[in-house]
């Protein structure tokens, strides 16, 4: 499975941990990663000082936060091979994998068995199929063999390892049928438990606790909050590992954060369904009637949506048995006063389990209507529910955030057309509306999405409500209806047009009603009125205009049906101009592996053997790789006899594989490395294989930079050399234009834009201090960028988002904060840089290439790096400069 690009980034960002740890030890590694600027604004200050696990100072333990329906499980089965290669070197490692409950558990372990689970087949790809996944409670299966030979999961529960005496429990028990696992340990290895009495007193205990200290496993912690504080001193005596990642939403205060991605990135991804819709009702009755008119009218709509089988379920929760909406009575109310049949709902709690061996996401399913208190708030996961409704007050709820977020997953994680179906609902029994919003607000903050996220991602019936809610600018928007003698069916197709203005339902005598909502485009004006039977046109056309009219000064240059075109940078390539973009250069790029040297230098790779270590320096840093005593035949995996030159070079092709070069021609490259390593440098096949590791990672590293020498040559050649002719295009140009940043988070503080493109209420947040941006640098500079006269309108250009604006750099892309079109027809691209970013390489770099873009447009375009001051001149003053006012 294909990761997102928050899904990598994390991944990137656990991998860059170990690899700095192994050199410089986890609390200076984990420091200086989170201290970097963009990790840091990242982290919301939650990054702070390392703090080990008491007595496991040298043992990385970082927790990696994702909210609720980002992928935890999955990025998990990924972190295995990433702390292989960099932290643990071992081929084959264990792996101790704690859930916070026996359903996750049983879960986990279904899962990461099935070879056809997303999960297995990451693993097996890591680890060539050879996996073997283990309850805890089965520990005995394991054989010496399967550790020595196998990746080893072991699935348990926190409660397994968490007690203060062993006794009684089977992982710390003395068990023969363990006795192979310890023939060659020796009787005087510390930290091992021993028999307490009987015959065997004092001697090593045959347990599955033991087993492990012995393999030093990597830990997963999968949501267990208390797990890893709850455990320090067990783990130190008894389970001795490797190193610990967390996986989790809801962090607690002694969790090492390294990463945290946000709501926006899973809702930009796909991954869940944002914004929640919020209805309070001021009883539990209503607020059934709410969840129920719901579910109909997203069955309608689901049915109308072609693209995939979706069925809208409602996740009721009801109260506890000492309260008055009992599981029982909510049932009981469905059937016999709304109708409902029985065999459409099911009720999950402690003792009743109606779901077990049902697909919810089969056609043939009948449930639509799941009933629980909370035996589903960790561990179950459908994308098929939408609704959930609480009976019980939401602030008072301690289970309702985890119910809430059964509901927020897109189903196959791809948007569909209808914006009604990529919305979460919550119908709220709550009279009071600043109840209902201070406790949904509060438990998607207790899910892990920051305050400012979700006050962006709550939608209600009244906006303006949630707008003097949260104190914000209120965006109400003018709307009108229209009555026409038809059916509803025969007018639905108009939603499809433009989903986000145009709603169709029934009136009170059951025709049509049209409600525009938003001010259409031409384009969307004319799709309208195609998709409508031209006998209603009259009528409608005739409102619309008057609509049109009233409203045209408040409606934003793109509703009006503007549009204004970038002009875009080209470069001649083999005859033919092609976008400027590096990846695309490379494809026209004739290089080879072979051009490049293979000889791994004395700084790149030196090996020393010394006692029972291995000494390597590694671009001046030096790193120890040690034999494990009595655990040196787990550890390597291999014997000494079958170690062969070919094979450590068909280990490290597997290891380095690199899609730009291929296989055949990296694994020639790859014999002459390790021919040098051994003829030239002297260098015995004994100690490379011992170190394999980090020779694969200096080879990685030699690699990537013989691949960006590459492409900063083909970079400068292309663009900047003197027989470069770059060209800037408008007929091939970048088009801005309405809904292009639809989505994002956006502006909702008080400051009126009157010259945004998209309109004052479209305005993607900035980058800075406040919730959205608003106290920050780049929120001033779009203040003076709006009250500039030579400025037609602009645009906030959101960086790495697919539709935005961008200039091509020797690695990635530069986005400019702002394009603006000025009134005399020339584009104006304006970055904002502060005093801390201006001399970062990627910050030159992205001036050069504005600078390039601005020279080849002969006069069209501008580019302008701003700062706070400069020269002597204020940010106004140095935008005015570049415009030549």
């Not at 579910?295 to 009721?316: G, H, N, Q, V």
């Not at 049209?514 to 309208?528: H, L, S």
């Not at 640098?777 to 960028?785: D, R, W």
């Amino acid at each position: 499975m294909k990761l997102k690009k928050y899904q990598e980034l994390t991944i990137e960002t656990l991998s860059r941990f170990f690899q700095e740890a192994r050199v410089h030890q986890p609390a200076q590694a984990f420091n200086a990663l989170t201290n970097e600027p963009e990790q840091a604004k990242r982290l919301h200050g939650r990054g702070g000082k390392y703090k080990a696990v008491a007595g496991l100072d040298g043992v990385p333990y970082v927790c990696l936060r994702l909210p609720t329906g980002g992928g935890k499980t999955l990025l998990a089965a990924h972190a295995i091979a990433i702390a292989r290669d960099h932290w643990l070197e071992r081929d084959y490692p264990a792996v101790v994998w704690l859930v916070p409950s026996d359903m996750i558990r049983r879960q986990t372990v279904d899962a990461l068995k099935d070879a056809r689970h997303p999960y297995r087949s990451t693993l097996d790809d890591a680890f060539e199929g050879r996996v073997r996944v283990f309850d805890m409670a089965d520990f005995t299966q394991v054989s010496p063999q399967d550790l020595r030979a196998n990746l080893c999961i072991f699935v348990g529960t926190i409660q397994t390892l968490k007690v203060d005496k062993t006794d009684g429990r089977k992982v710390y028990a003395h068990n023969e049928m363990m006795e192979p696992h310890f023939s060659a340990v020796s009787p005087n290895t510390r930290g091992l438990e021993r028999n307490d009495d009987g015959p065997m007193k004092g001697d090593i205990r045959f347990s599955f606790a033991n087993l492990l200290y012995l393999h030093n496993p990597l830990v997963i912690v999968d949501e267990a909050h208390q797990a890893v504080t709850g455990l320090a001193h067990e783990m130190q005596r008894r389970l001795n590992p490797s190193a610990i990642v967390e996986f989790t939403a809801t962090p607690k205060g002694r969790s090492n954060i390294l990463h945290s991605v946000t709501a926006q990135e899973l809702k930009d991804e796909q991954m869940i369904k944002m914004p929640v819709v919020l209805e309070e009702h001021d009883s539990w009755q209503s607020a059934v009637n709410g969840a129920l008119l719901k579910r109909t009218e997203l069955e309608d709509i689901a049915k109308r949506d072609r693209e995939a089988y979706i069925r809208p379920i409602i996740l009721f929760q009801a109260q506890n048995k000492d309260q008055d909406v009992t599981v029982e009575v909510l049932r009981d109310h469905l059937v016999t006063v709304k109708g409902i049949p029985s065999s459409s709902i099911a009720v999950v709690t402690g003792s009743q389990r109606e779901l077990n061996g049902i697909d919810l996401k089969d056609p043939a399913c009948e449930i639509d209507y799941v009933i629980t208190v909370q035996a589903l708030k960790e561990g179950w996961d459908c994308s098929f529910a939408y609704v959930f409704c609480s009976v019980a007050n939401i602030s008072s709820s301690g289970d309702a955030e985890q119910l809430l977020g059964r509901v927020l997953r897109m189903p196959y994680a791809t948007k569909r057309s209808d914006p009604a179906l990529n919305k979460s609902y919550a119908c709220l029994n709550s009279p009071r509306f600043q109840d209902a919003v201070k406790g949904l607000v509060d438990k998607l903050v207790a899910m892990g999405f920051e305050e400012e996220e979700v006050q962006s991602n709550i939608e209600h019936a009244s906006p303006n409500m949630l707008d003097d809610f949260f104190g914000r600018q209120s965006r109400q928007k003018p709307s009108f209806d229209v009555h026409v003698d038809a059916p509803v069916v025969d007018l639905k197709g108009m939603e499809t047009v433009a989903p986000y203005k145009i709603k169709v339902g029934p009136d009170e005598n059951g025709k049509a009603k049209i409600t525009v909502t938003d001010y259409p485009t031409p384009q969307e004006e004319e799709r309208i009125f195609a998709v409508m039977p031209a006998k209603h046109h009259g009528e409608f056309r005739e409102a619309l205009e008057k609509y049109k009219t009233a409203n045209y000064e408040s409606a934003s240059p793109a509703q009006r049906g503007e549009t204004f075109v970038a002009p875009r940078l080209m470069a001649k390539v083999q005859g033919e101009f092609i976008f400027a973009e590096n990846e695309r250069f490379m494809n026209y790029h004739d290089w080879s592996l072979h051009q490049h040297s293979h000889q791994l230098s004395l700084a790149e790779f030196s090996v020393q053997q010394v006692a029972d270590t291995f000494e390597i320096d590694l671009d001046g840093d030096r790193l120890t790789v040690a034999y494990q005593d009595q655990t040196d035949s787990m550890a390597i995996g291999h014997a000494v006899d079958g170690w062969t030159e070919q094979g450590l070079v068909n280990w490290l092709d597997g290891k380095v594989r690199d899609k730009y070069i291929g296989q055949g021609e990296l694994i020639r490259w790859l014999g002459d490395v390790v021919s040098f390593l051994i003829r030239d440098r002297g260098i015995p096949l004994s100690s490379l294989m011992v170190c394999q590791f980090v020779l694969a990672r200096c080879v990685q590293r030699k690699l990537a930079a013989i691949y960006e020498t590459e492409s900063q040559k083909v970079y400068q050649l292309n663009l900047f050399a003197p027989e470069a002719s770059p060209e800037v295009s408008f007929e091939s140009g970048f088009r801005f234009e309405e809904g292009m940043f639809a989505g994002v988070r956006l502006y909702r503080g008080r400051h009126r834009f009157n010259r945004h493109f998209t309109g004052n209420n479209q305005v993607p947040a900035f980058d800075g201090k406040g919730e959205d941006g608003g106290d920050g640098e780049e929120f001033k500079c779009a203040m003076i960028l709006d009250s500039l006269d030579p400025v037609k309108h602009w645009i906030r250009n959101v960086a790495q988002h697919p539709n935005a604006f961008s200039l091509p750099r020797a690695k990635g892309r530069h986005y400019p904060d702002f394009v603006a079109e000025l009134k005399d027809g020339r584009i104006l691209a304006v970055e904002y840089k502060g005093d801390h970013l201006k001399a970062t390489p990627e910050a030159i770099e992205g001036l050069a290439i504005g600078q390039l873009w601005q020279r080849q447009s002969n006069g069209t375009a501008i580019y302008s790096r701003v700062e706070k001051e400069l020269e002597g001149l204020d940010m106004r003053g140095q935008i005015l400069r570049a415009i030549g006012s």
